[in-house]
T-cell receptor, first 116, second 112 residues
Framework: GAVVSQHPSRVICKSGTSVKIECRSL??????MFWYRQFPKQSLMLMAT?????????EQGVEKDKFLINHASLTLSTLTVTSAHPEDSSFYIC????????????FGPGTRLTVL | QKEVEQDPGPLSVPEGAIVSLNCTYS??????FMWYRQYSRKGPELLMY????GNKEDGRFTAQVDKSSKYISLFIRDSQPSDSATYLC????????????FGKGTRLSVIA
């Protein structure tokens, strides 16, 4: 149980385009979802926390107009990287928590974004 | 001082060795402690979850939390090459939807 999926697993795009990443909880209702960014050989950097039906709470230094997060249902959250630039290239990972997961968070497999 | 400190390694051990991974934390409000394993280019996988102080065992893995010294450990017995990964400790306060605070992760290599 507690499976989280992400799509796509890998995306390559041109500079200036927007990219949408989907995060789904497959077998539980995720009341809270988290979006992380990870650079090579670095730890996870929390970008934002989103509760279903509410606006996301962004961490300091994360541009909310650049990284649009939508958590419209209990099983789906999306992260849209708008007007992507090469410095946005990174590994983006979502995580979800719900009543059945208790205090634990379960992570998706990640999405590798490369902006040319 | 970071809230959760973890030696990034790398740590290299022979197959069959007992591995000890550790983290320290500074926030006494942390109540929940977790260990995640992350293989290269994959998302973290929850290994162990502990509430407050104490030990928890699951197969070859043992997690220990000592809140008095703000020290958490993960022990891996009879280590296998398939255990080679990055291990991340994470802590959380007992407060609603507060996010996990992660350590930097320790890279472990188990050599056959």
């Amino acid at each position: 149980g507690a499976v989280v999926s992400q799509h796509p697993s890998r995306v390559i795009c041109k500079s200036g385009t927007s990219v949408k990443i989907e995060c789904r909880s497959l077998d539980f209702q995720a009341t809270t979802m988290f979006w992380y960014r990870q650079f090579p050989k670095q730890s996870l950097m929390l970008m934002a926390t989103s509760n279903e039906g509410s606006k996301a709470t962004y961490e300091q230094g994360v541009e909310k107009d650049k990284f649009l997060i939508n958590h419209a249902s209990l099983t789906l959250s999306t992260l849209t990287v708008t007007s992507a630039h090469p410095e946005d290239s990174s590994f983006y990972i979502c995580s979800a928590r719900g009543s059945v997961t208790g205090e634990s968070q379960f992570f998706g497999p990640g999405t590798r974004l490369t902006v040319l | 001082q970071k809230e959760v400190e973890q030696d990034p390694g790398p740590l290299s051990v022979p197959e069959g060795a007992i591995v000890s991974l550790n983290c320290t934390y500074s926030n006494s409000a942390f109540q929940y402690f977790m260990w995640y394993r992350q293989y290269s280019r994959k998302g973290p996988e929850l290994l162990m979850y502990t509430y407050s102080s104490g030990n928890k065992e699951d197969g070859r893995f043992t997690a220990q939390v000592d809140k008095s010294s703000k020290y958490i450990s993960l022990f891996i017995r009879d280590s296998q090459p398939s255990d080679s990964a990055t291990y991340l400790c994470a802590c959380r306060r007992n407060s609603g939807n507060t996010p996990l605070v992660f350590g930097k992760g320790t890279r472990l290599s188990v050599i056959a």
